[in-house]
């Protein structure tokens, strides 16, 4: 699978919206572009995926540019409960048998009140 | 309907000791997936289950072995603890939509999470 780059850290104000970069120069035609995040002290939960298009869902929104070789998360409204390590994560959905994700560091949102 | 759940919660061995970690998943999902994560760091898988009867090693499997006992069931076991596999264990599962053009993004799920200290 492709590597991402995403900033090692972020900040934002309680209600303000947050936009995470990351970058994935080397994606291939049939990756996913997965987000996951992590609360402290627990395990990931996904938050959002795309391929080609912008996406939208309860938790987030997903950007993608044209040339997929970049996409950002958009909290519309960041919450204290949203402070979190936030993953970018490809994965190729055609050549992965196991389907499994590859964690980078991700971005730590600090999110002030 | 539990998710993934995952015990004990924290445990503490001495180097040499033997344990094993459970992880059961109540979602029908064919895939099951142990990681290790380190402080400060992402994520790395150790194992993985693509379905019942099969494991196949991930990232770092040195010193671990798992059995897929069923469906439900995956687990984790180091025979001799080492001050190395200090660690927190996550177990997942993958369960999986229909992509476009044939394609399936499979979300994966996570149970909360096995704090190991080896002393």
């Known amino acids: 699978d492709a590597k991402t780059t995403q900033p090692n850290s972020m900040e934002s104000n309680e209600e303000e919206p947050v936009h995470l970069p990351c970058n994935h120069s080397?994606?291939?035609?049939?990756?996913?572009i997965h987000w996951y995040r992590q609360l402290p002290s627990q395990g990931p939960e996904y938050v959002i995926h795309?391929?080609?298009s912008n996406v939208n869902n309860r938790m987030a929104s997903l950007a993608i540019a044209e040339d997929r070789k970049s996409s950002t998360l958009i909290l519309h409204r960041a919450t204290l409960r949203d402070a979190a390590v936030y993953y970018c994560?490809?994965?190729?959905?055609?050549?992965?048998?196991?389907?499994?994700?590859?964690f980078g560091g991700g971005t730590r949102l600090m999110v002030k009140p | 309907n539990a998710g993934v759940t995952q015990t004990p919660k924290f445990q503490v061995l001495k180097t040499g000791q033997s344990m094993t970690l459970q992880c059961a998943q109540d979602?029908?999902?064919?895939?099951m997936y142990w990681y290790r994560q380190d402080p400060g760091m992402g994520l790395r898988l150790i194992y993985y289950?693509?379905?019942?009867?099969?494991?196949d090693k991930g990232e770092v499997p040195n010193g671990y072995n798992v059995s897929r006992l069923n469906k439900r069931e995956f687990s984790l076991r180091l025979e001799s603890a080492a001050p190395s596999q200090t660690s927190v264990y996550f177990c997942?599962?993958?369960?999986?939509?229909?992509?476009?053009?044939?394609?399936?993004?499979?979300?994966?799920?996570f149970g909360p999470g096995t704090r190991l200290t080896v002393l």
């Open positions: 080397t994606i291939s035609g049939t990756d996913y």
């Open positions: 795309g391929l080609t």
């Open positions: 994560i490809l994965r190729d959905e055609v050549n992965n048998a196991g389907n499994m994700l590859t």
């Open positions: 997942a599962s993958i369960g999986g939509s229909p992509g476009l053009a044939g394609l399936y993004p499979y979300t994966q799920y």
């Open positions: 289950s693509a379905s019942e009867g099969t494991t």
């Open positions: 979602m029908n999902h064919n895939s």
